[in-house]
């Protein structure tokens, strides 16, 4: 799987917009972009991905850039639950040997 | 909504004992996934599970881990005769399909070897 790099940390304010970066320089063309998030210690939990196409679901919005080397994910009103770590993982499988980075460590403050 | 079920939360067991740790995927999911997590380090991937074979696994998932899938509902984790350094997180988790669908994680159980 295509290696990712993420900001270590992210401070966003409560009920803005958390816009979360991540590069893929030498993703391949059938692999998905999927972000995933621990919070604490629970387990990593699905947020979306995309292969192509921008994303959005009820919990964020993925953009895609054209040639597919990056891609930002966004939590369009940022709450303190939101506060965990972000993954950004570049994967042909759902499930299967996911790399999980470092992540970027998401606060947010009130 | 659906989840996936691991028990125990935690786990405490003494050096060179076998332990299971047990798993209830999704229902309808057919692919099944165990992960770990040492304290303070990234979350890695162990083995990936599928119609009744494992199907892939990293270098960490030694002859001292099985899986089984003993019936219709649980997966299962077995380490054979553990180390302190298999003290962790263990997470489980399923999906689906194997592609174009996202992984669902159970909330894990910490193993704490003593």
């Known amino acids: 799987d295509a290696k990712t790099t993420q900001p270590p940390s992210m401070d966003c304010a409560e009920g803005r917009a958390a816009n979360l970066p991540c590069n893929h320089s030498?993703?391949?063309?059938?692999?998905?972009v999927y972000w995933y998030r621990q919070i604490h210690s629970q387990g990593p939990q699905y947020i979306i991905h995309g292969l192509k196409n921008n994303e959005t679901n009820e919990m964020a919005s993925l953009i895609i850039t054209e040639d597919r080397k990056s891609s930002t994910l966004i939590l369009p009103h940022a709450t303190l639950r939101d506060t965990a770590v972000y993954y950004c993982i570049v994967s042909v499988n759902a499930g299967n040997m996911l790399t999980f980075g470092g992540g970027t460590r998401l606060m947010v403050k009130p | 909504e659906p989840e996936v079920t691991q028990t125990p939360s935690h786990q405490v067991t003494q050096m060179g004992q076998e332990v299971i740790l047990r798993c209830v995927p999704i229902s309808n999911h057919l692919y099944f996934y165990w992960y770990r997590q040492i304290l303070g380090q990234k979350v890695e991937f162990l083995v990936s599970f599928y119609n009744n074979e494992i199907s892939e696994k990293s270098e960490i998932f030694d002859d001292q881990f099985s899986v089984e899938r003993p019936d219709g509902s649980n997966f299962t984790l077995k380490i054979r005769s553990t180390k302190l350094e298999d003290s962790a997180m263990y997470f489980c988790?399923?999906?689906?399909?194997?592609?174009?669908?996202?992984?669902?994680f159970g909330q894990g159980t910490r193993l704490t070897v003593v």
């Open positions: 988790a399923s999906s689906p399909d194997r592609v174009n669908t996202e992984a669902f």
């Open positions: 030498t993703i391949s063309g059938n692999e998905y």
